[in-house]
């Protein structure tokens, strides 16, 4: 059974940085595709950054230059850097996988949020 559980979330004031985690197990492959999206409240789930499994990178503009995904391909755990934090960040944030071979790019991913499995999330409060 293939399980994703996300860490590191909290509350931290605006300006501040918070370092997702996002552990993948079960008995699975490494994963094609893997992803950070966030829901605030209110609103609809919106893709935050994605990266294939080499290494290749799509970032929503709202958090370019503030926000870096990574992987760890022998430990399976998706990271985010979160830095210079806004309020406008507050949400929920999900982690999501791809096991399957795909033969598109990351940014198909962030726009379509089409991945097989999700985390059950965890909240990143930003205060003014």
């Known amino acids: 059974q293939v399980q994703l559980v996300e860490s590191g979330g909290g509350s931290v004031q605006a300006g501040g940085s918070l370092r997702l985690s996002c552990a993948l197990s079960g008995n699975t492959g490494n994963p094609t595709f893997m992803g950070w999206f966030r829901q605030a409240v209110g609103k609809q789930r919106e893709g935050v950054a994605v990266?294939?499994?080499?290494?290749?990178?799509k970032y929503d503009d709202s958090v370019k230059g503030r926000f870096t995904i990574s992987m760890d391909n022998a430990k399976k755990v998706l990271y985010l850097q979160m830095n210079s934090l806004e309020p406008e960040d507050s949400a929920t944030y999900y982690c999501a996988a791809n096991l399957s071979p795909r033969g598109l790019r990351p940014a198909y991913f962030l726009r379509s949020g089409q991945f097989e499995y999700w985390g059950q999330g965890t909240q990143v409060t930003v205060s003014s």
């Open positions: 990266i294939d499994a080499n290494g290749e990178t």
